[in-house]
């Protein structure tokens, strides 16, 4: 009988080290499986990162482009600030002396008056260092191809820096003139 006893507790012994084992082997396996999602989410998270990663360093290769064709127009810009320095300073006293400019001097058609009349006014401004002499204002107006006004408004003389205003109506005869054909040009010795 010790011996059905010692092979009842072998078994006994063997059927709880079966159980271990597989409790042991199913513990094992929910590791395993615990470890292997948190490995694959791990995995996943790193491959969208290193996505972002390139994505963000396109975006530094487009903006780095940009800084370098922007820093291209500045060169360019502060050359043609120096070119245009440089003819500045090239200039002789003779360039600066009287030059004679129109400032806000606009016309208006007005044809339903009569006579019917072209209404110029501005200012006519010599920004030069020295006086210009016999300045006058040569208006033109076409109606069509025809010219209808062509006549000069004598200003006088403009001293340096200085300005006359102008407000004249120059007097025509026939229909309307053509919209926007009228010019204004200041002369002067």
């Known amino acids: ?31 395993f499986a615990y470890f292997s999602s948190a490995v694959t989410l791990r995995d996943n998270i790193i491959a969208m990162k290193d996505e972002e990663i390139l994505s963000l360093q396109s975006e ?33 006293p003779a360039s600066t002396a009287a030059r004679v400019i129109n400032v806000g001097l606009g016309a208006d058609d007005n044809p339903f008056y009569n006579p019917p009349f072209l209404h110029v006014s501005g200012y006519v401004c010599n920004v030069g260092s020295e006086t210009a002499y016999n300045v006058r204002l040569h208006v033109t107006a076409y109606r069509g191809s025809v010219l209808v006004i ?13 300005s006359k205003q102008i407000d004249e109506n120059f ?19």
């Open 60 to 92: 530094i290769e487009t903006l780095e482009g940009q800084v370098s064709d922007l820093q291209d127009q500045v060169e360019a810009q502060q050359n043609q600030i120096l070119n245009l320095q440089n003819q500045l300073a090239s200039m002789t």
């Open 171 to 189: 007097e025509y005869s026939g229909e309307a003139l053509t919209p926007n054909s009228w010019t204004m040009t200041p002369e002067w010795t």
């Open 1 to 31: 009988m010790s011996e059905k006893k010692e092979d009842m507790v072998n078994k006994k012994v063997a059927i709880a080290l079966g159980v271990i084992v597989m409790v042991l082997f199913s513990g094992i396996i929910v590791v």
């Open 150 to 162: 062509d006549t000069y408004y004598n200003i006088g003389t403009i001293g340096k820096e200085d």
